[in-house]
């Protein structure tokens, strides 16, 4: 029942990244006309969510470890030292340990962070998540576009699970919102209100199978042949 606040450290440049996630004093940088609480205040005796951490420059980095191991910071432009408790949740889509190799993650910051990792497999590792994701976003949408989507039909479906998803759950959000703005059907999602590219990703898929049938080349055989 406590706070929770997000940060994605990817959208803001360094000097903005830190004023947003410890506060600055007044005329700290141009437009700083009044002093300013940071995201860990805010989340004081809650959490806050740092999404994208990878993406924080070395500097910033510096300053979390400092938070992580004492509870203190000082505000941008601020001597007074200020203390905070909170539960930190921290996610990349990069390989943290590759960045720690290229010198843009501080290992210590990892070690200190590293207290309960969870690995998410992409979306194409676990495709028996989609249906549920499906029905999750057909909800959501509903109430943006007020709409009344109860399902989506079978044939759409098979493509939705058919399909790669390079682009992991922002992806199917996208997809299904797509669809939901599209679709003329007042209760079922139905394969044409589907982007085309996923459409077209199902329609090479088959011409593929097709043509290994005709041929009667076999998955092995095809793969010596490749």
Request: hydrophobic share 40%; aromatic share 8%.
């Amino acid at each position: 029942n406590e706070k929770y606040i997000k940060v994605n450290c990817a959208v803001l440049p360094p000097a903005l990244l830190t004023s947003e996630l410890f506060g600055h004093a007044k005329g700290a940088f141009t437009d700083a006309v009044k002093d300013r609480i940071g995201r860990f205040e805010l989340a004081d005796k809650g959490t806050i969510f740092l999404d994208e951490i990878a993406e924080m420059p070395l500097q910033t980095q510096a300053q979390l470890l400092r938070v992580i191991q004492n509870g203190t910071f000082e505000r941008l432009e601020a001597s007074i030292t200020r203390h905070v408790d909170v539960r930190i949740i921290a996610a990349t889509n990069v390989k943290i340990k590759d960045a720690i190799a290229e010198g843009k993650f501080r290992e210590d910051l990892y070690y200190r962070l590293n207290v309960i990792p969870i690995e998410l497999p992409p979306l194409r590792e676990r495709k028996e998540d989609i249906p549920y994701l499906i029905k999750y976003f057909i909800k959501k949408f509903n109430l943006i576009y007020q709409k009344d989507i109860l399902d989506i039909d079978k044939s759409a479906l098979e493509i939705l699970m058919n399909y790669n998803w390079p682009g992991n759950i922002r992806e199917l959000e996208n997809a299904i919102e797509y669809a939901v703005i599209r679709t003329k059907n007042e209760h079922l999602l139905t394969p044409c209100c589907l982007p085309e590219q996923i459409r077209n990703y199902a329609s090479n898929d088959i011409c593929i199978e097709k043509f290994l049938k005709t041929k009667k080349i076999n998955t092995t055989e095809l793969i010596r042949l490749l």
